[in-house]
DNA sequence: TAAATTATTGACCAATTGATCAAAAAATAC
DNA sequence: GTATTTTTTGATCAATTGGTCAATAATTTA
């Protein structure tokens, strides 16, 4: 067997494919385009991956894991936990609409265009967004041990509130391109539930 | 010239294309399945609608107007207008939930799939969106004239609050199915407007 | 009823879709 | 350095795509 010699590539690949699939969604992004996007010849392509369905769900974890690597990034670059958590909002719902292919989360585009006939990638989507949505939970019960929030604050709840928030937000600023508008309303997240 | 005979024909026909799109998309809707589902013939279909994206056009009109029939229906069988308004919001997020084709707004699912491939598509849903907000705003302007929400509130602000959080909350609801979060969350909408 | 107009039909078209495969090239093993 | 395995290549496939069109059928006008 040989050695997997094109490892940093394949990462190359996934990523350029997830940029491509976020900006078009899945049946915007024919297996063509994504070819030479990627630089790779049918063979080669169907050979790594499978099927279009199979890449795409790689590069839904890709987005994925980027997203939990903004979201450790703002965490430690902030004094608190919940500013941590501002902070992030803040990045990805403004802070890299030049960087990205779309102002809206790569999961809810998801969730938004496919059905059943693609129910695993949905599911996929779900489960990350639910992930997410955990890991702010926890991430706000710290905060509320560290004193950052209310006690009568239900972080779950909160965990809720803020993902539909994000959601919300992102959306609105696709449709509006209102940043002023969303600036505020970020900032309203947590002033009821904050010490 | 000949009478247009077909009359309720072609809202029907709209109506069921309607359906079809909000389903499945732009891009996952084919003109095959859509002349299946509205029984018409290719000659027929492109005489009456011109193209796919033609049709798609009026489509988003006439779910834009379902959607302000059930704003003003909720309206009239309120007591208030602020408690119309988020009668509409529940009945739009979980009152229809076995009646339609997706839990998510049209309007949104559109703006999500589709990029400057179908500019004109994208920003019709963009300004029913926004003839949404506007609508909401001037309601709620009467409702604070009635003293129905304390005179420091700003409409405007209020009302793209509530559209962001109509994006957000049936968004959360195709992604997590959970009903009673979602109706939690509504009723926090107005909570500290209200008088 | 006859002529003129309009609507419907289904065959058809060129382009694109996701995917396969045999041959050629490259890399590894011995 | 040769033999074996793996990768890459580009032609190709059947199915589907959005859309056209001449022939037929149904209406309307007169």
């Known amino acids: 067997m040989m050695a997997n010699t094109a490892k940093y590539d394949r990462d190359t690949v996934v990523d350029s494919a997830m940029l491509l699939f976020w900006e078009k969604g899945f049946h915007g992004t024919s297996t063509r385009d994504l070819q030479q996007a990627v630089n790779l010849r049918p063979g080669s392509f169907y050979a790594a991956f499978g099927s279009?369905?199979?890449?795409f769900r790689e590069a839904?974890?890709?987005y994925s894991k980027k997203s939990n690597?903004?979201?450790?990034?703002?965490?430690?670059?902030?004094?608190?936990?919940?500013?941590?958590?501002?902070?992030?909002?803040r990045a990805i719902v403004l802070g890299q609409r030049d960087k990205v292919p779309s102002d809206m989360c790569m999961l809810v585009k998801t969730i938004a265009e496919l059905t059943?006939?693609?129910a695993e990638l949905v599911a996929e989507s779900?489960?990350?967004l639910k992930k997410?949505?955990?890991?702010?939970s926890e991430l706000l019960r710290e905060g509320q041990a560290a004193g950052e929030l209310k006690a009568e604050i239900n972080c779950?709840?909160?965990a809720q509130k803020v993902i539909v928030q994000l959601m919300g937000l992102r959306t609105y600023l696709r449709s509006s391109d209102d940043e002023s508008a969303v600036e505020k309303l970020i900032t309203e997240i947590f002033s009821t539930s904050k010490i």
């Open 52 to 55: 279009k369905e199979q890449l």
């Open 60 to 62: 839904l974890h890709c």
């Open 69 to 89: 690597e903004l979201l450790q990034q703002s965490l430690s670059n902030a004094p608190s936990i919940l500013e941590g958590i501002e902070a992030f909002i």
């Open 116 to 118: 059943d006939e693609q």
């Open 126 to 128: 779900k489960a990350l």
């Open 132 to 136: 997410t949505e955990h890991h702010i």
């Open 156 to 158: 779950s709840d909160l």
